[in-house]
């Protein structure tokens, strides 16, 4: 399942974000979801995800009570709202079915992303 991750852009640290996730023709709803990122010049990295029954939400220590992920089913969207961004936090963004507990993508593949940049 590829997605599609949305909403990335310019902002000044201290600012906001929200990020969202589709799937053009496909549903997600029985998957586990999760967002990931990769800044220039490192490795892709966890950020955040939401079981499939939305209970449940796991974070990365670095945007714990920055960043909040949430899902709608019945419209296939998957969201990362994200308050007191960092320059630290530039970098693209993708959501992808998850693995829970692992936090890993569970197919391998990779969507579209979203830039996001944040300047100090």
């Known amino acids: 399942v590829q997605l599609q991750a949305y909403g990335g852009g310019l902002v000044q640290a201290g600012g906001y974000l929200r990020l969202s996730c589709a799937a053009p023709?496909?549903?997600?709803?029985?998957?586990?979801m999760a967002w990931f990122r990769q800044a220039p010049g490192k490795e892709r990295e966890f950020v955040a995800a939401?079981?499939?029954?939305?209970?449940?939400?796991y974070y990365a220590t670095s945007v714990e009570g920055r960043f909040t992920i949430s899902r709608d089913n019945a419209k296939n969207t998957v969201i990362l709202q994200m308050n007191s961004l960092k320059p630290e936090d530039t970098a693209v963004y993708y959501c992808?079915?998850?693995?829970?507990?692992?936090?890993?993508?569970?197919?391998?593949?990779w969507g579209q992303g979203t830039l996001v940049t944040v300047s100090s």
């Open positions: 992808a079915p998850a693995s829970i507990p692992g936090l890993t993508n569970l197919f391998g593949s």
């Open positions: 023709g496909r549903t997600f709803s029985n998957y586990h």
């Open positions: 939401i079981s499939r029954n939305p209970k449940n939400t």
